[in-house]
């Protein structure tokens, strides 16, 4: 009881700090969670798939190794995803030690930029300072510093989206090259008899297979890895508009007569 009554005095008596500072750790553990659930179902469904035998399959009927190719290039870029998701939970912790260096009392401006200089890994941080190095006069046109953060933030998204939309690209090149297949088989015939069945209806099977399985393949790669980049997109906007609130109204306190 004592133990709570002390927590409670605490939060009441500085409800600002605490709110954001819980609101922070909330942000971090959130995203890695989110992402790490993700991931163990990735592991968990490809454990089940290889005891199903499925893996085996995928790679026999596939001459073409497309769908490996597939295969690991959705892998790397997820694990890819969870470095990002850890990068940006710390920039939104740290934005969340900026919010409560602008909430207590008005500080001096010099303290504060070598405060914010402290901390070069946090972008939020460093976006702040800048700002303040503008000076009272100037602090508010932050439009290149604005594209500056939104670009740390945002930057490293577009390759990663580019090799999203290579997975669907590889898939339907595998659907192209397995009915080519299907197309030569055919046409390497001169006329259909009882003893070329096997080995057409063999090379048909095989050029489906490849056509298939490698769209499928690409496909579900395709929607699993764009559902991992547009959280991304989401934390990321959303680390650049609590940035912007954060100028504007934490520090038109610390230069009130601009």
Known sequence: MNALHTWRTS?????????????????????????????????????????????????????????????????????????????????????AEARAL??????????????????????????????????????????QLTDLLAEKSHGAHESAWWFNAALLKLGLLGKVIGFSIMALALGSLDSIEATQTSTLLKNLTAGLGTALLTTMTGLVGNILLGLQLSRLDRVADALVADALELAENGLARVFPDR
């Open 102 to 143: 602008l909430q207590g009392p008005a500080p001096q401006s010099a303290t504060l930029l070598t405060t914010l200089r402290a901390q070069p890994q946090s972008w939020v941080q460093c976006y702040l300072a800048d700002l303040i190095a503008k000076g009272p006069g100037h602090w508010r046109g932050n439009g």
């Open 11 to 95: 939060w009441f008596a500085h409800p600002l700090q605490g709110q954001s500072e819980r609101d922070g750790i909330a942000e971090h553990e959130v995203l890695l969670a989110v992402w790490l659930a993700f991931f163990g179902l990735l592991v968990f469904a490809s454990w089940l798939l290889w005891r199903l035998g499925v893996w085996q399959m995928l790679v026999a009927a596939d001459p073409t190794l497309l769908t490996i190719v597939i295969l690991v290039i959705f892998t790397a870029a997820t694990l890819w995803v969870g470095r990002r998701s850890y990068l940006l939970s710390r920039q939104h912790a740290w934005l």
